[in-house]
């Protein structure tokens, strides 16, 4: 080997070393970056069992499946309040869901979710007047969202997500490869 093909192969090597890094930084596993509780600012009966939907996104505003969800009141007028299920695993949309059932008295509750040391809180108010009955019509609805419902209530654009990012690093990962394939080809003596 050449001098010149040594030098030409010490930034190949570089070059491909920086590469498998970039690769291993934009394909590494998801972080939990954001966490929104669902319903927000709702009313539901007192005793009786109402769904809480809490989305779990990455960096990127990305869904993160089999995240476990860890439930909690983190203000409560009532110890008699009760979270059904304290812990629950995201789905493929990155939704954990969980039954609360509070008592009849009166007083808002702010419902928590937790995972990766991210936290994210609803704070809902509870209608002391109708106990134990099932809600009905839009205010039902609108209170329990599932899978892709609840995902389509966020607003997400270009300017606040950077969802490209991942897109970015592969296309400067894929240079850089080439780059340095082409140093230690030429190194070698190859065209």
Known sequence: MSRRNRWLAVPAGIGLALAMTAYAFAYGP???????????SAT???EHP????ATVLDQDALPIKGV?????????????DRILQATSKTNKDGVARTMVKTTCAAGDRTITATAGGISGSAVVHVDVNRPGKGQTGAQGAAARPLGNA???TMPLTAET?????PTAVALITLALLGAATLLVRRALGRR
Request: charged share 5%; aromatic share 8%; hydrophobic share 50%.
């Open 30 to 40: 998801q972080v939990p970056h954001t966490i929104t509780v669902m319903p927000s």
């Open 44 to 46: 539901i009966l007192c």
């Open 50 to 53: 109402d769904a809480v939907f």
């Open 68 to 80: 476990i969800v860890t439930w909690s009141f983190t203000v409560s007028p009532s110890s008699g």
């Open 150 to 152: 609840l995902l389509a």
């Open 161 to 165: 997500s950077p969802a490209g990012l």
